[in-house]
Each structure stands twice: as C-alpha cells, then as structure tokens.
C-alpha cells in the first residue's frame, strides 16, 4: 500500500512556475525480507515558492491519502507534518538583493540567483525582507558527493561583511 502510495505521488503534475518540487527521501518498516511489515513510512518532501501550489500539492496527497486508506481495512494510513517551512519570495530589483549583487561584485565573487527554501523563508512569509546568500561555490546540493570550494570562503565573508555594512547603514 505504502509503495503503491509513494508511486501515485511521483505521478502528480507540479507546476514549473511557480517553482514546486516534492521528493521521498525515505521508505522505512518492516523487520525483514520475508515479513509483512507491522508498520512503515514513508518521507515526503513538499515545497513551492508559491503558498497557493504547495496548498495544492498537499491537497493533491491528502486526497490520495484518504482514497487508499479507504481501500484496505487491515492497513490505516496516516499523515504526519515533520517540518513547516512557509513560501516567500523577494523580488531581484529589492534593495536588499541590490546589496547583495553589489557586495558580490566587489569581491569579484559571480552571482547565481536561485529560488530556495531557506531560513529566509520566515521572515519573507511575514513581510520582512530577507535572502540566503551563498559564501563560496560547490556543487552536487543535497547529495551525498555534495562539496565546497573552501578557497573561496574569504572572499564569500568579506562580501557577507560588506552587505552586512551596507544593511546597516
């Protein structure tokens, strides 16, 4: 059931844009091979840049949820929220952001702007300008071959200290 779950979620339609991704990063249960699992989960991963899209994503699995927990009575299906993390966005011509390219380009650092769900998420879903900024480059994010290039850390702090100035000026 968990499985037959998890392959009707990867066959939902997300929209590009506004950007909308989901991932199940974990299926766990069970004690072994030749067992059937007295309980199991499974991990999905919900974003959006839009509050509307992730509303309805969730929906769209919630409804899922509800038609295959109807279907076997020896199994109950559950949803559990293991994290929250609101939509928010900040617009390129924001004078924060503004800042940011500025301090960038001081050090002599490339600007590679991205939509992300990052602890600037908060403060953005409340009205308060925030962004993410990035202190050296790397490659591979949230993979296990995930690196950094630790050379350009110092040039990644002296442009965070010069955004820090200019913010606070």
Do not use: W
């Not at 067992?35 to 919630?62: G, Y």
């Amino acid at each position: 059931t968990l499985v037959r779950l998890g392959a009707h979620i990867t066959a939902l339609s997300v929209p590009r844009s506004p950007r909308t991704t989901f991932n199940i990063g974990m299926i766990a249960g069970g004690t072994s091979v030749n067992t059937i699992a007295e309980q199991a989960s499974l991990l999905l991963d919900m974003r959006s840049v839009s509050a509307s899209a992730l509303t309805n994503l969730i929906n769209q699995v919630d409804r899922l949820v509800a038609d295959m927990d109807g279907e076997n009575y020896e199994v109950q299906l559950k949803i559990e929220t293991v994290g929250n993390r609101p939509s928010g966005m900040i617009a390129r011509n924001h004078e924060l952001v503004q800042a940011a390219v500025a301090a960038y380009h001081a050090v002599g650092a490339h600007i590679n702007f991205q939509q992300s769900s990052t602890d600037a998420n908060i403060p953005l879903s409340q009205g308060i300008p925030a962004i993410c900024m990035g202190l050296t480059d790397g490659g591979n994010a949230h993979r296990h071959d995930e690196f950094i290039l630790p050379a350009l850390l110092g040039r990644g702090c002296q442009a965070l200290l010069l955004l820090a100035l200019a913010a606070s000026a």
